[in-house]
């Protein structure tokens, strides 16, 4: 059992927000040239490299599918990413994990039919973690594949909510997330608001995540004109350096 | 009015017949970054992939010649496939060729025919999606750059650019700068002045040549329904 530790100070979170508030993102659009489409995005303390390849032919060939294109999703935290370890070489549990929940994210938008027999890969790289990677690697993949071209029926976008003492807040960090009561990471197509990722850790009633629910609605919002915004903006510069 | 949409976004309340869009519950979605156009209704992809379709040019580079075919690499999650018959003189592996598509079969491979190896050069690869725009309206802006640079170029339509001879360096910066400004207005004129050119109208006779199947946009409003033979 985790210690108990303060996490609220005179109604407000440990660093200023309140309990609806993100933290600051931004997301640049292809930062890597050999990528077909790549993302690069700073939520709070999180720095997060996403890229996506293909489609390319699967392999090895058994793995493929005659009807369909396939996801392959590798997310990995690098050795020097956070005060935890995460030194060793190859994926760890908890990655092997997280890159299964983000491929079916991807599954549920990318329009898959179109590439039968090839392969799609994601491959999110976090460089500094501070709590809600997995969200913040969603939103940034989904960056990196619109940018690749790769037909997608919406953009999904992802943020994490949860409960500390009694509050249900919105996109904990890294030191909320370790000793809140509870953290719900969520994925959502916002066209639809079809959830597409949802886990959870700790404890939560009915009434707590329905209002968690509304709080990433809202940001979500917020999330996809961010999102918007980055995918767009080499095609502005070049509009506005010509009138 | 243009607007650049993004995946997911909603074009239209009604079902509209277009490249690069959903229809879902009676609304028109896009699933591909590009410029939408209200009044006309046309959709430009400005990021796309390619997919093989009947009598288009490909440049390709062969990678495997078997026994009786060869296997040409496409930059794309297709194959291209040579049946030796019908390919005349001799293919080697390695060698860059120019065909055009003669069928597609069911997993995606392209059957191409009328092969022409491309002897030296160099080759540029662009995205799918700039292929039209480098070609331009009638194409005004591939012999905008071939005017400019006196290089040869062959454009295949799945993005790999074949160039030779003249000033390859200028020719290869003008094709990545109709790349990146694809989108924005007034291109033919911009590229023209790099390349100390007249800026080449619309109007004048069509080159002659092997690539001049498509007319830049209006591309997308005739091959309406004739989208995915591989579905």
Redesign the interface.
Known sequence: MKEKKELMKEGKRLDGRGMGDLRHIAITANPIKNAA?SAYIEWGGNKILAAVY????ALPKHISD?QR?IIKCRYMMAPFSSLEEHGRVGMNRRAVEISKVTKETFES?V?L??????EISIMIEVLQGDGGTRAAGITCAAVAM??????????PYAVSAGKIGSDVVLDLNKIEDNYSDADMPIAV???NREVTLLQMDGEMTREEIRKAMDMVIEAGKTISRI??EA??A???K??E??G | MKRLVIPGEILAAKPLRLDDTIVENGKTCSTAIGLFDEERGTMIPLEGQWYPRFGEMVVGIVEEAKLNVYIVNLNAPYKGLIISKYAEGDIRSGDVIEASVKELDKTGTAVLTRPRVLHGGKILRIKPSKVPRVMGKGNTMVRQIQAGTKTSITLGMNGLIWLKGGDIDLAIAAINRVQNEAHVPGLTERIAKMLGVKPESINGAPEEGRHHVHQGEAQHVEEEGIQEPME
Request: proline share 15%; glycine share 10%; net charge neutral.
């Open positions: 489409g293909g489609p390319r032919e005659p294109a938008v329009m039919e179109m590439f039968p027999g090839s619109a940018l690749s071209g790769i037909p997608m029926t919406d953009l197509n916002p066209r999102q918007r995918i767009l080499p095609y502005q070049a509009s350096a010509y």
